[in-house]
T-cell receptor, first 114, second 113 residues
């Protein structure tokens, strides 16, 4: 176990709705990265938060947004859900923002959009 | 876009055999990491190899890195049924303050008892 937790485990939403996913980082980690993993694919980087600020973003539209709190936990918000948003959402925490640090992944949230 | 590409996409072996998976990438990297994923669950970090390293061992795992060929391989020796999972390589690009990982599509390993 990595010490990174995510909630909820599973979620079913309807197209057009909004969703919030949560991630608690491992103790001592100040960086959280979010990834989307579609079925049969590798994870794709959504964005990273370092010390409460967004620190880089992948190729995802603005309806994907996030927050990081003073305790370094994080939220991923997705507005106006589309069917293609159905995926496993993974968060990972690390000791720092640069690529030299290992990332520790949570178990993921499985989002289904109908 | 995905930088890493694993090969083969799927691999089926008998328990006790060795399994080798390969990964190729496109740009300069800081390090390359291998992860395991069981049945669509979270990713488990296996091993990290830095760009100035050529080989690394961890238990039954051996990872090699050839930066001139932009490729890496993961060898699992004496495989067990519990090794059945998808394996991903992920690269952390060279330079910059943001260390997002770029994953390949993975190799699905099936170890038959």
């Amino acid at each position: 176990e990595t010490g990174v937790t995510q909630s909820p485990t599973h979620l079913i939403k309807t197209r057009g709705q909004q969703v919030t996913l949560r991630c608690s980082s491992q103790s001592g980690h100040n960086t959280v990265s979010w990834y989307q993993q579609a079925l049969g694919q590798g994870p794709q980087f959504i964005f990273q938060y370092y010390r409460e600020e967004e620190n880089g973003r992948g190729n995802f539209p603005p309806r994907f947004s996030g927050l990081q709190f003073p305790n370094y936990s994080s939220e991923l918000n997705v507005n106006a859900l589309e069917l293609d948003d159905s995926a496993l959402y993974l968060c990972a925490s690390s000791l720092g923002s640069s690529g030299v640090y290992e990332q520790y992944f949570g178990p993921g949230t499985r989002l289904t959009v109908t | 876009s995905q930088q890493g590409e694993e090969d083969p996409q799927a691999l089926s072996i008998q328990e006790g055999e060795n399994a080798t998976m390969n990964c190729s990438y496109k740009t300069s990297i800081n390090n390359l990491q291998w992860y395991r994923q069981n049945s669509g669950r979270g990713l488990v970090h296996l091993i990290l190899i830095r760009s100035n390293e050529r080989e690394k061992h961890s238990g039954r795992l051996r990872v090699t890195l050839d930066t001139s060929k932009k490729s890496s391989s993961l060898l699992i020796t004496a495989s067990r049924a519990a090794d059945t999972a998808s394996y991903f390589c992920a690269t952390a690009l060279y330079g910059g303050s943001q260390g997002n990982l770029i994953f390949g599509k993975g190799t699905k390993l099936s170890v038959k008892p």
